[in-house]
Structure formats: structure tokens, C-alpha cells
């Protein structure tokens, strides 16, 4: 799993009110080189949560993102240093072992051999 | 300009779509103008499109799966002297920077739905020597490649009906469809195959339809081996599935052979995400919406494969109370899964696509209908922020057609849409017994034929209010 899916995920058990964002419990993280595609990640800077990206970076252990979103001048500027660490952070990070876990419940989503299962049981429907 | 385009003879109803949809990825912004040639149905390989430059024309039929050549039209005639003249009487100005010296050229004969000899064809190419060739004849690698196109006044052949009159065209190609493609991605080589992956030249039409291309982000919810998704990262897309079954999504038949296998074995780069969940109560935070630049599925609508949705079979089925699982048996616990019926899934489906779409986003879906219905008006979903701007009918038996819908996002995401959605989920899982019984095609589809004996006597009075081709892919 990326950081791009885990950016867009949340809890959705039944009332749950603070599903996002799921906390990363990582026991595997691995590295895999992605081409570098800078509209497509100008396109999605715009849906990003920012704090959220931050952080589930940080804790697959990349702190090289600013804390504070970057403006429009830098997604739009030639430097690419920036898109870099972006493409990096969202694209090349994967949670290969480990699990999401639920900030309001607990609640584990475990994810196994890169795959989030975010199935409900039945009673969290 | 005007342009002479024609098509394979496969696939009748997919043909003009795919053409229209391209039209709009490579700029056209216009809906396109068609013309037939005089005398001719509709189900004709030839038709005339107008287009406005080459480049189009040529980049829409390089893209195509259908489009066996777009040609620059300089004649055409019901018989030979008729396209001499008309030959004779396109302007020069057109004509002679094909013909100089420096250049190479080829001629081809081509014909639909009869056969020339070899003497046959050299006799009719050699009849053109009132065009001032000048180039070289080359016929390996010409700069340019001329056909010249036949037919003949037939009976009724390969089912199309009778053409009235005999017509010829000769035209310099512009552009030709990229055919190879499909044998490379033909399912019988894919490593990882499930009982309803898509059809490779379907998977490519349907990614056509979606203008799936380079740097835009395309979702496939009902995922499964990842065939449709195959055919979107071939043109450049990047790509995110999901499924329910996670057997399917993580495991696959082993470590090389999986969804992602299927995409390392053409060379294309790996979903960005694959995921298990429920399309029925999706886990997307709240506030993410227009993402999504095409959704391309296949859903699940219980002829070959059902749908599964959460929330426990027998709870949804009302035989037992809601339960809770206990907590020692949370780790690991495999939830039940409800029935999902298909009209359930196509409002969650249209809900996805009205919430993740970006504006002009398309929503390209394969929709089951039964053919007796046909006759009478077939009604297909709608959705406030919808526009449908395509339907492809594909007949699977006598009793029932799947039709490929394609749908343009032309209305933001609403709160009033949210709301209604909201109130609708609600709905199918109060009555999810009756909803299940509405819109269920399986029975319909295997239901026992009635009485054989009298369906023989009709049959010979009765005919068929819609005409069908013979074959399983025309």
C-alpha cells in the first residue's frame, strides 16, 4: 500500500465520526522506483491532506516532507526538488506488512502482502 | 474535412462510439458529423466522418481498436468510368504533393463481402493509370498507401442486409488501427485469469471510451484479475482496483501470478493501489471527492458472477438478529457477506462516479439487458450528474445482451446528491429481500424455455423485432 491510498482512506464503521487519518503500524516498509510523472502529481497535490501525508511518512520512516503545505508557486515552479520528494512520499513508500488502525476505535485493517483489507465485520456495517 | 472511415466487421455497435470518444481525447470539441455513403445501411463497414484536420483523423485511428483505416477520399463511383471521373475531378492541389517523384507509394485492393483473384486486382490497379503517378512502387515501406475499395450489389451476407448498388472508393489512407495489440494481450497468454475477465479487445474499447491516457488516474471498484485495468495502463493511465474478494486482489494463484503479475507481464507499470473493500459502504474519507479521471467495471450483475456486499448474510436476510462478533474472535474473523443486487450496485456505482469523478470524468460500464425487452424502450440508469453519451449493445445469447454505457460527469457533486444516496442506501437495506427479487436477471436469463413444440410453429411467422448478426462478436 502507498501513502497516496492511505491518503484517502479512513475508518467507516458504523459512527465513527474521526475515521481519518488511520494510524500506520508498520512492520514491513519497502521501496519500489516509480517513473516520475509531474502532472499527474501536480494533479493530485490538490486532493492531498496534507498533515495526514506528513505523517504516515514519517512514520514509514521518510521525514524529508515539510510540515507545512507547500503554495501553488512551488507545485507549479521548474525546481522539481519538491515534486521529488512528493513522488517519493506518495508513490515509492510501500507498507508491504503492518496494519491502519482506527483513531477513534482501534480498530485494525490489517494489510498483508501490500493489501489494505478494509472490510467491515458484520456488526460494524 | 470530410473523411472516409472504415471499419472492421466485428463489434457493429462499438464502432462509431469508439470513434467519438477519441475524437474528444485528441480535441475535437464538437460532437461529430457522420454521412453514408448512398444506398447504404447503417451495420456498413463505410462511413464518412468529418473531422477537422488529418492529425485527428490520424491519431484517432492509430488509437483505435475498430477503425481499419481512415482515408483521405478522391473518388468514388458505382462503377469504374464513374470513379474515374470523380478521381479526375478532385483538385489537383490535393492530389499531386502524394504523387511527386521523390516519393514512394503503394496500392491496395480491398473488398467486403466478396474476393478478387490476384489477375483480378492487378487488372483494377492498372486501370488507374489516369492518376499521374510519379513516385517509386514500394511496397514494403511506402510513404504512401492508396486503396482502392470494392462492393459489390449483394444478397443479404454475413446477415447485414442487401446493398442495392455496387460502389467504389479510392482514397489515400491517413491512418490505420493498431491491431497488433491484440494478440499480444489475448487472455489465453495472461499469466492470472478468473472466470469473467475481460475480453482483451473489449478491455481496449472500453478504455477507449474512457479516454483513459497518460497522467490521469483510473478506477476499476470491481477489479477482480485486473483485465480492464490491463488494457488503461497500455495507454498510459495510472490505475487503482478494489475488490471484495480478497482471495482475488491479494493472493492470486501465487506469487507470479496475480493481479500484478498481470501487469509486469506486458512490461506496464503496477496498479497504484489495489484494495479490498466494499462498494457498498466504501471507506473513502470524507471530503475526498474528484479524483478519479475515469471509472471503467465490469459489476457484478448475477448472471455469471453475483455480487457480495457487508453487513452478514443472514442478518440482511432477517433469519437471525444482528449479532456481535465476540472480541477474542475479532483477529482474523472472515465476515459473511449479503447478496448485492444489481440495482443496489449500480446506484452505489453511479454514486461513486457522481462523488470521485473530476468534472468531464466518464463512467464506462457494462449494463445486462434482456433482449425481449428490447423491443420495447430499455430503460438504463440515470444520475442528476450524468450524461449518457454512449450505448454499445453486445449480444451474449437470445435471451440477453450486456450494453457498454458510457457517461460524462457534466454536474458537480452535490449535498442534495450525498443526501439522496444516503436515503436511497438506507432503503436497500431495510427491504434488501425485495430489491433482491427486482432487477434479478439470472432467472430470466436460465429460465427453462416454454412449450418447444409451439415456439417451432412461430417461429417461422415471428420475426425477431430487432435484427441480430450471426457470430459471437458482430
Known amino acids: 500500500m502507498r501513502l497516496i491510498t492511505h491518503n484517502m482512506l479512513s475508518c467507516n464503521i458504523k459512527g465513527v465520526k474521526n475515521g481519518f487519518p488511520l494510524k500506520i503500524e508498520a512492520e514491513k516498509v519497502i521501496e519500489k522506483e516509480v517513473d516520475f510523472n509531474p502532472d499527474f502529481l501536480r494533479h493530485m497535490f490538490a486532493k492531498i491532506e496534507w498533515k495526514a501525508l506528513v505523517e504516515a511518512a514519517r512514520s514509514m520512516g521518510y521525514a524529508e516532507l515539510p510540515e507545512d503545505s507547500p503554495d501553488a508557486t512551488v507545485i507549479e515552479s521548474a525546481d522539481e526538488t519538491f515534486l521529488r520528494k512528493l513522488h517519493h512520499a506518495l508513490l515509492e513508500l510501500h507498507l508491504e506488512e503492518g496494519a491502519l488502525v482506527c483513531p477513534e476505535t482501534g480498530r485494525k485493517f490489517p494489510v498483508n502482502k501490500g493489501i489494505p483489507n478494509m472490510l467491515l465485520h458484520e456488526d460494524e456495517v | ?474
Request: net charge negative; glycine share 6%; charged share 25%.
Open chain 2, 1 to 474: 474535412m470530410w473523411f472516409l472511415c472504415v471499419f472492421y466487421h466485428r463489434l457493429l455497435d462499438f464502432r462509431k462510439p469508439e470513434v467519438e470518444a477519441l475524437a474528444e481525447l485528441f480535441g475535437e470539441d464538437e460532437s461529430l458529423q457522420w454521412r453514408l455513403p448512398e444506398h447504404h445501411h447503417n451495420d456498413t463497414p463505410f462511413h464518412f466522418v468529418q473531422l477537422s484536420s488529418e492529425e485527428i483523423a490520424q491519431n484517432i485511428a492509430k488509437r483505435s481498436i475498430l477503425v481499419k483505416g481512415m482515408y483521405e477520399l478522391w473518388g468514388e463511383g458505382t462503377c469504374y468510368e464513374e470513379l474515374k471521373e470523380s478521381i479526375q475531378s478532385f483538385p489537383d492541389s490535393r492530389k499531386l504533393p502524394f504523387l511527386t517523384s521523390d516519393s514512394t507509394f503503394r496500392i491496395s485492393v480491398e473488398t467486403f463481402g466478396k474476393a478478387l483473384t490476384f489477375d483480378e486486382q492487378k487488372e483494377r490497379i492498372h486501370s488507374l493509370t489516369y492518376i499521374p503517378f510519379e513516385g517509386k512502387v514500394n511496397l514494403k515501406n511506402p510513404d504512401h498507401n492508396f486503396f482502392l475499395m470494392e462492393m459489390d450489389e449483394s444478397e443479404e451476407s454475413n446477415g447485414l442486409p442487401p446493398i442495392v448498388q455496387r460502389r467504389i472508393f479510392f482514397g489515400r489512407e491517413v491512418g490505420f488501427a493498431d491491431r497488433k495489440l491484440l494478440p499480444t494481450f489475448q487472455l489465453k497468454s495472461r499469466t492470472y485469469l478468473g472466470p469473467t475477465a475481460m475480453d482483451a479487445e473489449m478491455a481496449f474499447l472500453m478504455a477507449n471510451q474512457a479516454n483513459a491516457a497518460s497522467g490521469k488516474l483510473v478506477y476499476d471498484p470491481f477489479v477482480g484479475t485486473g483485465s480492464i485495468l490491463v488494457s488503461a495502463a497500455r495507454f498510459g493511465a495510472m490505475t487503482m482496483g478494489a475488490d471484495i474478494d480478497i482471495r482475488v486482489v491479494r493472493d492470486g494463484r501465487g506469487p507470479d501470478c496475480n493481479v500484478w503479475s498481470n501487469f509486469k507481464q506486458y512490461g506496464l507499470p503496477a496498479p497504484v493501489a489495489l484494495l479490498r473493500m466494499d462498494n457498498n459502504v466504501p471507506p473513502w474519507r470524507s471530503g475526498l471527492k474528484e479524483i478519479f479521471d475515469a471509472i471503467i467495471c465490469d459489476p457484478p450483475y448475477g448472471v455469471r458472477a453475483g455480487g457480495r456486499k457487508s453487513g452478514g448474510r443472514k442478518i440482511l436476510r432477517g433469519t437471525v438478529d444482528p449479532y456481535t462478533v465476540p472480541e477474542d474472535k475479532r483477529t482474523g474473523h472472515i465476515p459473511s457477506t449479503g447478496a448485492y443486487s444489481l440495482v443496489e450496485c449500480v446506484h452505489d456505482l453511479l454514486h461513486l462516479a457522481a462523488r470521485m469523478l473530476v468534472m468531464k470524468g466518464r463512467l464506462v460500464f457494462f449494463f445486462p439487458v434482456l433482449r425481449d425487452e428490447c423491443g420495447s424502450e430499455v430503460k438504463f440508469p440515470e444520475h442528476p450528474c450524468f450524461k449518457l453519451v454512449a450505448v454499445s449493445e453486445q449480444i451474449l445469447s437470445s435471451r440477453y445482451s450486456r450494453v457498454l454505457l458510457t457517461m460524462v460527469k457534466v454536474e458537480p457533486y452535490s449535498d442534495e446528491v450525498e443526501e439522496a444516496a444516503r436515503l436511497m442506501h438506507l432503503e436497500f437495506r431495510e427491504n434488501h429481500l425485495k430489491w433482491l427479487e427486482e432487477g434479478n436477471i439470472h432467472s430470466s436469463v436460465f429460465k427453462p424455455s416454454t412449450d418447444s413444440s409451439q415456439i417451432q410453429t412461430e417461429s417461422k411467422t415471428f420475426k425477431d423485432p430487432k435484427p441480430k448478426y450471426r457470430g459471437k462478436y458482430v
